[in-house]
Antibody, heavy 120, light 107 residues
Framework: QVQLQESGPGLVKPSETLSLTCTVS????????WSWIRQPPGKGLEWIGY???????NYNPSLKSRVTISVDTSKNQFSLKLSSVTAADTAVYYC??????????????WGQGTLVTVSS | DIQMTQSPSSLSASVGDRVTITCRAS??????LNWYQQKPGKAPKLLIY???SLQSGVPSRFSGSGSGTDFTLTISSLQPEDFATYYC?????????FGQGTRLEIK
């Protein structure tokens, strides 16, 4: 059974960089797409971006200038960096797997989520 | 970006009821529509992909239909564990986008 686990600081100061890592267990990171999705408290879901195991990426244009997603296949991990954060970036951050894009663009496995609060 | 609009935003129903949630896309998305269930404090769970394909392990009382711009999620006989928030998601184009959610509450 594939499991995903997010890790990283739960508190980030304004203007700094949010950094999270997702560790995949129970399966290989190879041959899949891996996304970051966030959910502000009490609100809906926003896709941040994805990375293919080979390293190709696609980001939400609304966040593209501040987002970097990377992958480390040797550790079965992928990571998110979001720069210049503000209070509006406070959210539960999820990592998720998808078999492909378009028709395969559904998220079949999710991490439990980690709350990141932006505050001084 | 493709806008996804769900209706209703909230719904009260009883155990055993048949419930339908609607999702409308701002442009045609063929059958690239997925449904999720989210319970408080938990990650979303995939129910339906490609508009009508039931994800493995999901009870058969859940079904999806539609194509183009209009889609529905139907729960044939509500069970106590079904009270949750439901989201649709289009994967026709990037950025993938979600509906605002439909909160299903106990009457």
């Amino acid at each position: 059974q594939v499991q995903l686990q997010e890790s990283g600081p739960g508190l980030v100061k304004p203007s700094e960089t949010l950094s999270l890592t997702c560790t995949v267990s129970g399966g290989s990171i190879n041959n899949y797409y891996w996304s970051w999705i966030r959910q502000p408290p009490g609100k809906g879901l926003e896709w941040i971006g994805y990375i293919y195991y080979s390293g190709s990426t696609n980001y939400n244009p609304s966040l593209k200038s501040r987002v970097t997603i990377s992958v480390d296949t040797s550790k079965n991990q992928f990571s998110l960096k979001l720069s210049s954060v503000t209070a509006a970036d406070t959210a539960v951050y999820y990592c998720a797997r998808h078999p492909g894009v378009y028709l395969g663009g559904y998220f079949d496995y999710w991490g439990q989520g980690t709350l990141v609060t932006v505050s001084s | 970006d493709i806008q996804m609009t769900q209706s209703p935003s909230s719904l009260s129903a009883s155990v055993g009821d048949r419930v339908t949630i609607t999702c409308r896309a701002s442009q045609s998305i063929s059958s690239y529509l997925n449904w999720y269930q989210q319970k408080p404090g938990k990650a979303p769970k995939l129910l339906i992909y490609a508009a009508s394909s039931l994800q493995s392990g999901v009870p058969s009382r859940f079904s999806g239909s539609g194509s183009g711009t209009d889609f529905t999620l139907t729960i044939s006989s509500l069970q106590p564990e079904d009270f949750a928030t439901y989201y649709c998601q289009q994967s026709y184009s990037t950025p993938t986008t979600f509906g605002q959610g439909t909160r299903l509450e106990i009457k």
